[in-house]
């Protein structure tokens, strides 16, 4: 048992990184700062406005943690995977990179670690010092709803390969990477975010392939690993997710594998820990038990309540003797260490000074976007061609009609990247995307275009329209072997097309979407094309690639 005083109370927090609402610091960062001692920030697209206004945001938030007594500077994370996990990435701050399958799609190491580098010098000028990234996951099941193309692939060798690029290219810039979410959360297809995958694996499995990556990037000294919420029976005699566990936490990890880093878990607000109707155990416990089972430092991304009941539930726990600080101390040695390597000193990030700074954001910025264009056209993958479809010719007679699909909330860790048009209840409404408007601006400067946005509940299609020529037609999917009814229209559009209007399937997102299907090995006169993200940077690339 232990008295808390306020250096105990110091010492907690640096086991916690929180994050918070708005794009200047707000009442509920600076007491979580001031009043709990947290030693860790993760930013979210929500406090991303602008480079300059991140920057500033960073300083204020040192600054503000060095009045408050902190005797280091903050870990200022964020999730930045690039492809669809891009929380810095807009056209005002972070340049939008390929994403993991679209990067090894280039078969390129070299140029994904040169892709990190970049991206990684964009998050160092701002203040970020921190990047949850690589994802060293297999995507193993492709009906996973979560990882997909956020992994490297489903081959073991071509993830770890590919996860030490990205992490040395990070950690080259003096950003600290982050490998996650370990074990590996690609052999399931339920989403973490919404309930507890369990995944039946014993240790000989894992090793055979989840655990490929993870042992490659431990090897190569990586700063920081991240825990997931997935339950592992065949491990841990039950289902208790592996951010909780102590089996694979500080058996696995660090003591069988022998990492000596920083471990973190994903965030705790997640269903798989905080919904108690689904199992879970709450987020203020799932603190508790995640320091108990050997992670350093615990998540919580949203809730100020869930936050600041979690650092009440640790000092509890210290206080009665459930946990002990100097089991804990090791876990702040190392998050010290860290500190130490990648967070710089008190006078560098407390710098308020922003001149010349826009100058060297606008020239790392239009470096970066041509590094950005050149990989996106790399990734770009014509699967199969059956007739010779491509290239389509540019301003051919007749029309050109293109389908893209409404707009469906994908995943949490997505979080609704385009803007979502939504009406007053919530509903997403019948809306192109931003991405999808973007390829049919890009096709529509390629030749005559009409732009079709298919739905659901479809049960016609208007290929023809005003009884026009057509000069050809692109469908495009997105993880249409999850969403079937997709395929159910795209079948409707091979039922009235004639034999000599050719088309192009376009995957804009997984690349399962017609494995397996007749299309794939009968239809003539039709093409695929694999983009790995509906980005509108990789969608503008497919529409150059095509019309080449």
């Not at 991303?48 to 007594?69: E, P």
Request: hydrophobic content about 40%.
């Amino acid at each position: 048992m232990a008295t808390l005083n306020n250096e105990i109370k110091r010492q907690i927090g640096q086991h916690f990184v929180f994050g918070f609402h708005g794009f200047d610091l707000n009442d509920d960062i600076k007491s979580l700062l001031r009043d709990y001692y947290v030693g860790n920030v993760i930013l979210m697209k929500r406090n991303v406005k602008d480079a300059t206004q991140v920057r500033k945001l960073v300083c204020d938030l040192q600054t503000f943690a060095r009045s408050c007594g902190h005797e280091k500077p903050l870990l200022i994370g964020i999730d930045q995977e690039n492809g669809l996990v891009s929380a810095f990435s807009s056209l005002t701050a972070g340049t939008q990179f390929p994403g993991a399958m679209a990067m090894a799609a280039t078969g390129s190491a070299e140029l994904a670690e040169k892709v990190a580098v970049s991206c990684g010098q964009e998050l160092k000028l701002v203040g970020i010092n921190w990047v949850y990234s690589p994802v060293a996951d297999v995507n193993s099941d492709p009906r996973n709803p979560v990882i997909g193309v956020r992994s490297f692939g489903d081959d073991p060798e071509t993830v770890a390969r590919f996860a030490c690029a990205v992490s040395r290219g990070l950690a080259s810039t003096g950003v600290a990477p982050c490998a996650k979410h370990f074990p590996g959360h690609g052999d399931t297809h339920v989403d973490s975010h919404v309930g507890l995958p369990k995944i039946m694996k014993n240790i000989q499995a894992l090793k055979q392939t989840e655990l490929v990556p993870f042992e490659a990037l431990v090897n190569l000294g990586v700063a920081s690993v991240m825990t997931g919420h997935m339950a592992l029976p065949l491990m841990t005699g039950g289902d208790v997710p592996s951010s909780l566990s102590a089996v694979l936490t500080r058996k696995l990890l660090r003591q069988e594998m022998k990492y000596e880093g920083v471990v973190v878990t994903d965030c705790l607000e997640m269903d798989a820990v905080a919904s108690v109707e689904k199992g879970g155990i709450g987020v203020e416990e799932g603190a508790v038990r995640a320091l108990e089972a050997g992670a350093d430092v615990a998540m919580i991304c949203h809730t100020y309540q869930r936050q600041v009941g979690s650092v009440k539930a640790v000092w509890k726990a210290i206080e009665h003797g459930r946990l002990e600080m100097e089991r804990l101390r090791e876990g702040r040695q190392r998050i010290a260490k860290m500190k130490d390597a990648f967070g710089g000193s008190w006078d560098e990030v407390t710098d308020a000074n922003l001149s010349g700074f826009e100058e060297r954001w606008k020239d790392i910025k239009a470096r970066n976007t041509e590094l950005s264009r050149d990989a996106y056209r790399r990734s770009t993958t014509l699967a199969w061609d059956h007739g010779g479809v491509l290239p389509l010719k540019r301003n051919a007679p007749g029309v050109m009609v293109l389908f893209t699909p409404e707009i469906e909330s994908l995943n949490r860790a997505v979080d609704d990247a385009e803007e979502l048009q939504r009406t007053p209840s919530g509903a997403i409404r019948n809306t192109a995307g931003a991405s999808y408007r973007a390829f049919a601006r890009a096709v529509g400067k390629q030749t005559r275009m009409r732009h079709i946005v298919y739905s659901m509940g479809d049960v016609t299609v208007d290929l023809r329209g005003e009884g026009e020529e057509l000069s050809g037609i692109i469908f495009v999917l997105r993880n249409a072997n999850r969403a079937v009814w997709q395929r159910q229209i795209l079948g409707e559009v091979l039922k009235q097309r004639t034999k000599e209007v050719a088309l192009v399937v376009v995957s804009s997102c997984e690349p399962y979407d017609v494995v397996g299907e007749e299309i794939e090995k009968k239809e003539e006169l039709v093409a695929h094309v694999l983009t790995y993200e509906f980005t509108t940077a990789a969608l503008e690339a497919a529409a150059e690639m095509m019309f080449v």
